[in-house]
């Protein structure tokens, strides 16, 4: 398994993954989320691989770019309420279907960790939403503790 940052022309199969998750936001939350996948979503994937501040980061297995996830500086100036804070989110993550529960999420999470940790960070952050179970049960398999929540109540 090869765990790396993506090259350009990787991200049309990068899209492909993107769709999945879209795919799932949407049955998952469909008053939020839009269907298909528009030429803007596709799109986006070149503003991601072209913005300093964000890294799309590949698994590679047999050949076939199987998950990804991206990477995104934050820097929050202090204000009257916090300090300064600075760190890395997991904008976006997905391991394709046909390669699920074989680890690939896991080796990209140590990867991620890894190059965090090089560049000085000491906390990754991400979000997530709360019918996605499954993501929820991989993000605390690997660690990650819940420290803030939306909430919600429908009229
Ligand atoms: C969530 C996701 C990234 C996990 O990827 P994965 O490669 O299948 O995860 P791993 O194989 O590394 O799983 C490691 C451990 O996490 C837990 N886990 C992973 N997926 C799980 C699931 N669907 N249900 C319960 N536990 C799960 C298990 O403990 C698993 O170990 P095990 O397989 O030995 O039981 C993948 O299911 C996915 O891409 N889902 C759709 C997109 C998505 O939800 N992205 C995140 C939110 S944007």
């Given at each position: 398994?090869?765990?790396?940052?993506?090259?350009?022309?990787?991200?049309?199969?990068?899209?492909?993954?993107?769709?999945?998750?879209?795919?799932?936001?949407?049955?998952?939350?469909?008053?939020?989320?839009?269907?298909?996948?528009?030429?803007?979503?596709?799109?986006?994937?070149?503003?991601?691989?072209?913005?300093?501040d964000?890294?799309?980061?590949?698994?590679?297995?047999?050949?076939v770019?199987?998950?990804f996830?991206?990477?995104?500086?934050?820097?929050?100036?202090?204000?009257?309420?916090?300090?300064?804070?600075?760190?890395?989110?997991?904008?976006?993550?997905?391991?394709?279907?046909?390669?699920?529960r074989?680890?690939?999420?896991?080796?990209?999470?140590?990867?991620i960790?890894?190059?965090?940790?090089?560049?000085?960070?000491?906390r990754i952050?991400?979000?997530?939403?709360?019918?996605?179970?499954?993501?929820?049960?991989?993000?605390?398999?690997?660690?990650?503790?819940?420290?803030?929540?939306?909430?919600?109540?429908?009229?």
């Amino acid at each position: 398994m090869d765990v790396r940052f993506a090259k350009e022309t990787e991200l049309e199969r990068v899209n492909e993954l993107r769709k999945q998750v879209n795919d799932l936001h949407v049955a998952g939350r469909p008053d939020i989320f839009k269907p298909g996948f528009s030429e803007e979503l596709a799109n986006h994937v070149y503003t991601i691989f072209s913005d300093p501040d964000q890294k799309i980061v590949i698994c590679e297995r047999d050949g076939v770019l199987c998950g990804f996830a991206v990477l995104h500086h934050i820097h929050k100036p202090e204000n009257p309420f916090m300090y300064e804070r600075d760190f890395l989110d997991i904008d976006e993550f997905c391991v394709d279907e046909a390669y699920r529960r074989t680890g690939v999420a896991t080796e990209l999470i140590a990867f991620i960790r890894s190059h965090a940790k090089t560049q000085g960070y000491d906390r990754i952050e991400l979000n997530m939403w709360e019918f996605n179970s499954g993501a929820l049960a991989f993000y605390e398999a690997v660690g990650f503790t819940t420290y803030r929540r939306y909430m919600e109540m429908r009229i």
